[in-house]
């Protein structure tokens, strides 16, 4: 997620840790400014069993939700969030000629939609951190210490707020279309839209220059960047390039018994872009160790997005615009490191987030990549027992072979990249994780969260009846009014289709 001007915390943290003469210390105090880097951390490992959908929006976009006309255009804030992030402001209504005003950015999503920031939320060129939370994520525990950290805010999967996505244009439009009413990751996938979708409001209002998403799974390195800094590397962008792509980086477990991935984990496969084509496949086998993919799971990145009007989501992985096709870039050396069933208890944490059967039908019903579907590590997780997914987990997921281990380094295969575990060990041992859980708050910001979290739970069979409502019975007069907003918008640019998390290269793409 984007940095800037972090030169205020930089100080907060200074303030509350003890400064050694040691030459150490100090150079572990300038990685302190790594903001992005701490407080994703923070926020993985208190709610890494959780199920969360965390969007982490440094520097955003421009975008106003549902058409003119529409019953959303209230004046109401985004469900979830009542008092932790927006306030509504009032705001006369206004004809199409606003779309073509000077001054503010206009995006047809939400029409005339403005918002209050509370004091703590800081202007353009600092970052924005909004986290989408459900599961153990919202529990009372970890919510009130994400809610005490500078510039987290939260946003909580209400029934209110998923009746409000229901409503988003993006449902009657074609490029997620092929992700709609399936289950799991699937499911999972359309709600990730759904909040870009929002966040792109949200930030484009707080004056943010990017916008990032990120999993709480995922950390960015700014590799290359002067300063290993995020900001620094987003500005160095030229203007006329839209929207940049992080290649992902895999953890590679050396052991069977990591608890903290973030601050144990520095061994990543590194990603195929960043890799001569001949050594990617002439290393191929060696570097699958007999399972489906190059990667366990997904292997296309994470982008980066600029301010721009008329700026949409294209899936979780990419972003684009309803006017034109972005000008979009692959970085070469930054990358998104993603801790991919780093713990054993990945295993059962992802089968508990699906109501699937296990069997290969299944299966193939509610998942996208090979990993889950061919070596099958939801069945795996539901079927066997303790002993058997555990040997199942040391052979396709640990990387116990040390030869192994070294040829592929040597190979440039994998990498050691030891900056996550220096700056969080560092937290931890300063006491910066610490003094944040004591210092949070004994009760909740928000009156209504505990109704909140038990109604995410009956929420969805809430909104899963709502969406086959719409399905089945859509109103020639919404048709209408969504065939003129998609006449003005596509005049310049044809809905490209969302893009799916997708596996890395096999063996039959020519090199």
């Known amino acids: 997620m984007p940095s800037h001007h972090n030169n205020h915390l930089t100080a907060s943290l200074r303030s509350s840790t003890t400064i050694s003469t040691q030459s150490f210390t100090s150079r572990l105090i300038l990685l302190l400014t790594l903001l992005p880097l701490s407080l994703a951390a923070l926020a993985f490992i208190l709610q890494w069993k959780g199920n969360s959908d965390f969007m982490m929006d440094p520097i955003t976009a421009n975008s106003r939700w549902a058409p003119q006309g529409s019953h959303i255009q209230n004046h109401e804030i985004f469900p979830g969030m009542e008092s932790s992030v927006l306030s509504p402001k009032a705001h006369k209504s206004s004809d199409c000629s606003s779309l073509g005003r000077g001054g503010a950015p206009s995006f047809p ?244 987030r699906c109501g699937c059967k296990p069997t290969t039908e299944d299966v193939k019903r509610c998942f996208m990549l090979d990993f889950d579907r061919s070596v099958a590590a939801f069945i ?57 859980i004591e210092s949070a708050p004994t009760t909740l910001s928000r009156d209504k969260f505990l109704a909140s979290v038990d109604s995410s739970n009956s929420s969805r069979a809430v909104a899963s009846e709502s969406m086959l409502s719409r399905k089945t019975n859509k109103s020639r007069e919404n048709q209408a009014t969504a065939r003129k907003v998609l006449g003005l918008e596509t005049a310049a640019a044809s809905h490209e289709a969302a893009v799916p998390p997708l596996s890395p290269p096999g063996l039959l793409v020519e090199a």
């Open 380 to 436: 795996i997780a539901s079927t066997a027992t303790e002993e058997e997914m555990l040997n199942w987990y040391r052979e396709h997921v640990v990387w116990g072979d040390k030869e192994l281990r070294l040829k592929l380094l040597r190979k440039g295969i994998l990498t050691r990249i030891y900056s996550p575990m220096v700056i969080i060990q560092g937290l931890r041992g300063s006491g910066v994780f610490s003094s944040v």
């Open 109 to 352: 999503y939400f029409r005339d939609w403005k918002f209050d920031f509370q004091d703590d939320l800081r202007p353009k060129g600092h970052v924005g951190l909004w986290a989408w939370v459900l599961g153990k994520a919202a529990s009372p525990k970890v919510s009130k210490v994400l809610e005490s950290i500078p510039g987290v805010k939260l946003i909580y999967r209400t029934k209110e707020l998923e009746e409000q996505q229901a409503k988003s244009r993006i449902w009657n439009e074609t490029w997620l279309s092929n992700f709609f009413y399936k289950p799991c990751n699937y499911e999972l996938f359309v709600k990730q839209s759904l909040n870009m979708e929002m966040a792109i409001v949200m930030e484009r209002d707080a004056g943010m220059d990017w916008i990032l998403h990120l999993d709480t799974d995922e950390l960015i390195h700014p590799a290359g960047a002067r300063e290993y800094s995020l900001r620094q590397l987003l500005l160095d962008v030229p203007g006329n390039v839209d929207t940049v792509v992080f290649p992902n980086y895999e953890s590679s477990v050396e052991r069977d018994d990591i608890e903290d991935p973030f601050g144990e984990v520095s061994m990543f496969k590194r990603n195929y872009d960043h890799l001569p084509k001949d050594t990617y496949f002439g290393m191929y086998k060696e570097s699958t160790r007999g399972n489906q993919n190059y990667f366990l799971t997904y292997g296309n990145g994470k982008s980066a997005a600029r301010v721009q009007d008329h700026l949409r989501p294209n899936g979780a992985h990419r972003w684009h615009n309803y006017m034109k096709t972005p000008n979009e870039v692959k970085l070469e050396e930054a990358a998104v490191l993603h801790y991919t069933y780093s713990k054993f208890s990945d295993l059962t944490s992802r089968r508990d």
